[in-house]
């Protein structure tokens, strides 16, 4: 019942059935324009484009005939120069820090004084970070960076582009991933990230459809290897960044197991990115992108699904069955 009276205060105590229809007749009736056959007239800015996603998305979507502002935090690095090698002139490079204000607005700047005629069609938020650890072996300097780099950084692009985006009545993308939602053993301050850049982007959604701007989240699973996104470490390295009570609780031999098990766990993952960009177009230039696009195997494809509906006890009960889990337990409770 209170869901039920607060929806009717939102609509102006209008019958629920009513509204329902409403939607449901809004629904049909939308009148799907054609895919963009190419991008030629458009321009669009992707974030963190010195490699994985961003690089290759780039290259696509220059392609297709995009003007591509590829964004790139070392524009003198190897991986800018690779892109804008091998890119039509329509691609340009642009110095963007996601986690500087300035860099932000002269980006901006940029992107104003070199629009085609059609503007900037989409704006793809990929730049991002990803580290593992468990909770107690991080600080809040690795939640600050984390955060301000994958959800700020984000936001800080989103609320300085959209009133270009909003003009050309275009797309915005965001690169979140299935830590949105799995809370997995070792992902804490990754899935604080995801899960608050997916908040950002659900309510963004919803105030951008009156402007019909169509916002997408993409969640990849397993790509560690198709990007080199994931930072590798040694058990070592792990070890001397925790202080001695840490050192007491999580002993070495706990430490170089859950090392092992996590670098194991990353080369099991995708070999390319095909999936991920594929989707990233498909949000770019279809005329009914989804709301999400989750990017697992088919054989994940149901778990994942359903996971998000789970009660708390199941979706917790989960991880028991795991191997790592179960040593884990084992082995600092023998202490």
Same mark, same amino acid.
């Given at each position: ?83 804008? $090698? ?57 939640? $600050? ?20 985006? $909003? ?124 709301? $999400? ?43």
């Amino acid at each position: 019942m209170n869901t039920i009276f607060f929806i009717s205060q939102i609509v102006g105590i209008v019958p629920i059935s009513a509204v329902l229809l409403f939607v449901l007749a809004k629904l049909v009736s939308r009148r799907p324009s054609s895919h963009l056959q190419d991008g030629y007239g458009y321009a669009v800015l992707i974030t963190g484009c010195d490699s994985g996603f961003g690089h290759q998305l780039a290259q696509c979507l220059d392609h297709k005939g995009f003007v591509v502002f590829a964004g790139c935090l070392s524009p003198e690095g190897a991986g800018a120069q690779s892109l804008a $090698r091998q890119s039509s002139s329509n691609l340009k490079i642009l110095k963007l820090d996601v986690t500087s204000d300035e860099e932000v607005q002269q980006a901006k700047k940029t992107v104003q004084d070199n629009l085609p005629e059609k503007g900037l069609w989409a704006v793809v938020n990929n730049a991002g970070i990803s580290d593992w650890a468990e909770i107690e072996w991080s600080t809040i300097e690795d939640f $600050r960076k984390m955060v301000d780099i994958n959800l700020f950084g984000c936001i800080r692009t989103s609320i300085a582009f959209l009133p270009l985006v $909003r003009a050309a009545k275009g797309r915005m993308v965001y690169v979140s991933s299935i830590f949105a939602f799995f809370n997995c053993l070792n992902m804490g301050a990754y899935s604080v990230s995801k899960r608050g850049l997916e908040a950002f982007a659900d309510c963004l959604r919803v105030e951008m459809a009156s402007f019909d701007v169509k916002v997408s989240i993409i969640q990849p699973g397993n790509f560690g290897r198709a990007t080199n996104i994931l930072k590798m470490k040694t058990g070592s390295d792990i070890w001397e960044k925790l202080d001695d009570e840490r050192k007491h609780m999580f002993n070495r031999q706990y430490i170089d197991l859950a090392n092992d098990y996590f670098n194991s766990t990353c080369k099991a993952g995708f070999k390319d990115a095909d999936m991920v960009i594929r989707a990233m177009l498909h949000a770019v230039t279809s005329p009914q992108p989804n709301y $999400r696009y989750l990017l697992v195997s088919a054989m994940d494809r149901f778990f994942f699904q359903l996971f998000p509906f789970l009660p708390t006890f199941l979706t917790d009960a989960v991880f028991s069955l795991s191997p790592i889990f179960t040593k884990r337990k084992e082995m600092l409770y023998a202490m």
